[in-house]
């Protein structure tokens, strides 16, 4: 179930300042997009697109924010498979053999809005994104605004911005875990009033997560927008299936699934973690009387 359709804050509460008034997170990820030029007479300055898709700068406040956290679940999907037995075979009174085996899979999700993320989640966070400054894309006060007197030009200047797509499907953190532990041995009686066990464990876990992101340089080139014959493009071409990227528009429908999926192709990665024990126990019990 949505978070958002539970009996109780929509959003995440703060409260600065104990018993003071409450609040709620937001994010500067908002679907309006938020742009902040690294050049010119604007440079530092916040904005986000005019929701009206108009192709206009407003300033950024709080009200324009997004909540991070509408859509998500209070705990993340989950499926699970366990399966285990054991068995057990006496050959006589001075052996029996036994064994029993316990197996699970283990797999759950994690969503995340689709993002452009700053450019400061990259690297040492010092490297800005890139827009050149005859995008199409750009009104011409927008590009007034980011590009100073570049405006029209076919110069690349940076850019610090974010953007939530509203249209495109979350992407998923994945986290698997497998599981296997088995047993084996003997045991019986070798005397009167004796007894002997030997047996061992084996036992081996494994954790799978992957996730991703943009990837910066397809950031940048989807950024680099020109428009060939009427028709818009990359500037790179479109040989490693480039689409352009409207980040000058709030709600743009041309940031479509293909777009977040040329920008995070070859992104995601997976951590693996493997836990394996083997354990060996002999043991011998008699009476040695009074």
Do not use: H
Request: net charge negative.
């Amino acid at each position: 179930m949505p978070y958002s359709s539970r009996e109780t804050s929509g959003c995440q509460l703060t409260e600065a300042v104990k018993d003071g008034p409450l609040s709620c997170t937001v994010s500067t990820y908002t679907p309006y997009g938020y742009i902040s030029p690294r050049t010119g007479a604007a440079s530092g300055e916040q904005y986000v697109n005019n929701p009206d898709g108009s192709r206009t700068f407003v300033p950024y406040s709080t009200a324009l924010a997004a909540n991070p956290y509408d859509g998500y679940s209070f705990q993340r999907e989950d499926k699970r498979w366990n399966a285990g037995g054991f068995t057990s075979f006496e050959i006589s009174d001075a052996a029996e053999l036994y064994g029993s085996a316990m197996w699970f899979r283990d797999r759950s999700t994690n969503p995340y809005p689709a993002r452009v993320y700053s450019p400061t989640a990259y690297g040492d966070g010092s490297s800005p994104y890139y827009v050149n400054c005859n995008n199409p894309l750009m009104s011409a006060s927008q590009a007034q605004t980011v590009c100073g007197s570049s405006a029209g030009t076919s110069d690349l200047v940076p850019i610090e911005l974010r953007y939530r797509f509203n249209n495109v499907k979350d992407i998923e953190d994945v986290y698997l875990n497998k599981g296997l532990r088995a047993t084996a041995g003997v045991r019986g009686q070798f005397a009167q009033g004796w007894s002997y066990d030997v047996g061992g464990v084996y036992a081996r876990n494994r954790q799978d997560i992957t996730w991703g992101q943009p990837d910066y340089d397809r950031v940048n080139n989807a950024l680099n927008v020109v428009s060939v014959n009427g028709q818009l493009q990359c500037a790179s071409g479109t040989t490693d299936g480039c689409v352009p990227f409207d980040a000058f528009s709030a709600n743009s429908t041309l940031n479509t699934q293909a777009l977040y999926d040329y920008l995070t192709e070859g992104s995601f990665g997976t951590s693996t973690t493997i836990n394996t024990l083997y354990d060996m126990v002999a043991t011998v019990q008699g009476d040695l009387g009074t």
